[in-house]
């Protein structure tokens, strides 16, 4: 989702500081940067936990199996926060992928006790991050919020068609996710971190 939020904040916010102000080139070195961390260092993790044994199954379907890919993830999210912090970088870009490793976090410690839709977490928290930044930025977001909605409505009806999960695990997630990304960017704004 932070691959999704990098694009998003790039060329489908047209007429912010994202889309004028960021040159076309660099918007993708961040992009690139932002989907190895998020998306092929994890995948290539899992894959690797799959051949060591340590889960049954890619899909990782069985609860307890999730709780250490997730730790593992959030791990790579830290470190490109942690590598972006000195790169001029836009500030709501390293918030939203500091965001996304702790609501991964959060998830991995709920995991533990109790299963929770991880895809949820990840819309959520992209629907959380786009309404503080509209919020902020003044800019209307309304159409790019609707689509996510309707984004979020079509992976939680394709969780349930799966009986991948529960309803209360669908709204826990959602709601986590939005609710991460939301208190992060407010804190981080509170605070003027850049």
């Not at 190895?36 to 199996?65: A, C, G, H, T």
Request: with cysteine; hydrophobic share 50%; net charge positive.
């Amino acid at each position: 989702m932070c691959s999704y939020g990098s694009i998003l904040f790039f060329f489908f916010l047209k007429g912010s500081v994202y889309y004028y102000l960021t040159p076309f080139n660099l918007k993708w070195v961040i992009i690139a940067m932002v989907f190895s961390f998020s998306f092929i260092l994890p995948v290539i993790n899992i894959y690797i936990l799959y051949r060591l044994n340590r889960i049954s199954s890619l899909k990782m379907e069985d609860q307890k199996e999730r709780t250490f890919p997730y730790v593992l993830t959030s791990c790579f999210y830290f470190g490109l926060f942690y590598l972006f912090l000195d790169l001029s970088v836009w500030p709501s870009i390293k918030v939203l992928i500091f965001g996304g490793g702790l609501a991964i976090l959060i998830t991995a410690i709920i995991n533990m006790k109790y299963k929770i839709s991880a895809h949820m977490v990840g819309i959520g928290g992209l629907l959380g991050s786009l309404m503080v930044i509209s919020y902020t930025l003044k800019y209307n977001a309304v159409p790019q919020i609707t689509f996510l909605i309707l984004v979020a409505g079509t992976i939680a009806t394709s969780r349930l068609y799966l009986k991948a999960h529960q309803p209360k695990q669908i709204y826990s997630g959602f709601f986590l996710g939005l609710i991460t990304q939301i208190t992060v960017f407010i804190g981080f704004l509170f605070f003027n971190i850049k």
